[in-house]
Structure formats: C-alpha cells, structure tokens
Antibody, heavy 123, light 113 residues
C-alpha cells in the first residue's frame, strides 16, 4: 500500500527556517516525480514545489522561489522541503504528494497524498 | 497563468439528490495534438488530505464511485455527484495541468441540506 508520512511541522517565528520531511513506502519512490502542496487556513490548495525522479529538475511556485528548496534522497525513500525566511502567509498544512507527469515544466496531476503536517508562522 | 474559477463557492444539496459543480478556465486546456483536456477534480473531506477523483476531465480514478462524473471540454467543466451521500461533504477543487504553472480553482464547499 502506498504511504506518504509527513513530519517536521511546527510553530516558527517570521524569518525563521524549518525542514519538512516525507517518508514514502509501498511503491518505487525513485520512479516518481514528487511534490509539496499546501492549504492555508480558509484558503484553497496551492502547489509549492515539484522535483523530478532523480532530483535533476525542480519547480517552485513564484511565492516561495529563493526561500524554499525541495530535495529527495531516493536511498532513504524520503522527500524534503527546506523552508527559510518564513512569512505568516506560509502558514498552512503541507502535503507531500506524487505527481503524474503529463508535460514539460513539471506539469501533471497529484495522484496520491499524505496526511499533511501543519506549519504555523507567528510571532 | 491560467486562472481556474469555480462556481458556486458553496452549495447545499439534499441526500440522494444531485450536486453540480462548475469550473471555468481562463484559456482552453484542450491539447490539440492528443485531443485531451489537461484537467482534474479533487475532493478534500474534513480533516483529510485531498483525493484525486477525476483526471483528463472525465476519467474516474480507481476506487472512485461511479456517482462521480466529470464532463466538459476546452474551458468549461462540470463535476456531477449523483445520489448524494453524507460522506460526500467536502471541498472540491479543479486543477489544470495544461500549462505551467499548474493552477487550482478556489474550491467549492458541498454540504448536506
């Protein structure tokens, strides 16, 4: 059974940093594009970052470019999101998800999601 | 960026009745070379992660009840939920994957009347 388990969320002050992790099991992690998406309180879904199977391509939503870095360790079946210069508007539940790629530029749909981890950015 | 606009923002439907949610994209998401609509629907039940319901505008994901159906092409799409059940209470999102960056609609909240 495919499983994605996020961890690392918590409460951080504005300007701070945090790293989220996602442990994958039940599928060939190294054969999948992976992504992070988020849902802020009272708002809709937003994709955050996408990474190719071998980590050679990364894509970011404009609002996090230069502040967030997605990475993966296929030997550990793990996905990461390093977040820095955090802002209040980054507060959200962050989800790890598999991406079925349908075109260049990291385009695709998200076919399996983890349960999410909550990030709160507040002073 | 392609803007996805859902309507209504929320709706309440009686058990056993049909719910209809619409999504309009600011430009066509129909790819001429393969005649496919690069469009998906997701369901997010309370306290749960999102779940892919429909891809390619009308292809139900494995395990999704046939009460859920997707239709439309180009810029206008519809998610129809027939014989509404209590577990269908959720926020529903549309998404385009025709052009980067991929974008979601704002969501439609479905409740039981």
């Amino acid at each position: 059974e495919m499983q994605l388990v996020e961890s690392g969320g918590g409460s951080v002050q504005p300007g701070g940093s945090l790293r989220l992790s996602c442990a994958a099991s039940g599928f060939m992690f190294g054969s999948y594009w992976m992504s992070w998406a988020r849902r802020a309180p009272g708002k809709g879904l937003e994709w955050v970052a996408i990474i190719k199977e071998d980590g050679s391509e990364e894509y970011y939503v404009d609002s996090v470019k230069g502040r967030f870095t997605i990475s993966r360790d296929n030997a550990k079946n793990s996905l990461y999101l390093q977040m820095s210069s955090l802002r209040g508007e980054d507060s959200a539940v962050y989800y790890c998800a598999t991406l079925s790629l349908t075109g260049i530029g990291g385009r695709g749909f998200f076919d399996y999601w983890g349960q999410g981890t909550l990030l709160t950015v507040s002073s | 960026d392609i803007v996805m606009t859902q309507s209504p923002d929320s709706l309440a439907v009686s058990l056993g009745e049909t719910a209809t949610i619409n999504c309009k994209s600011s430009q066509s998401v129909l790819y001429s070379s393969d005649k496919r609509n690069y469009f998906a629907w997701y369901q997010q039940q309370p306290g749960q992660p999102p779940r892919l319901l429909i891809k390619w505008a009308s292809t139900r994901e494995s395990g999704v009840p046939d009460r859920f159906s997707g239709s439309g092409s180009g810029t206008d799409f519809t998610l129809t939920i027939s014989s509404l059940q209590a577990e269908d209470v959720a926020v529903y999102y549309c998404q385009q994957y025709y052009a980067a960056p991929i974008t979601f609609g704002q969501g439609t909240r479905l409740e039981i009347k």
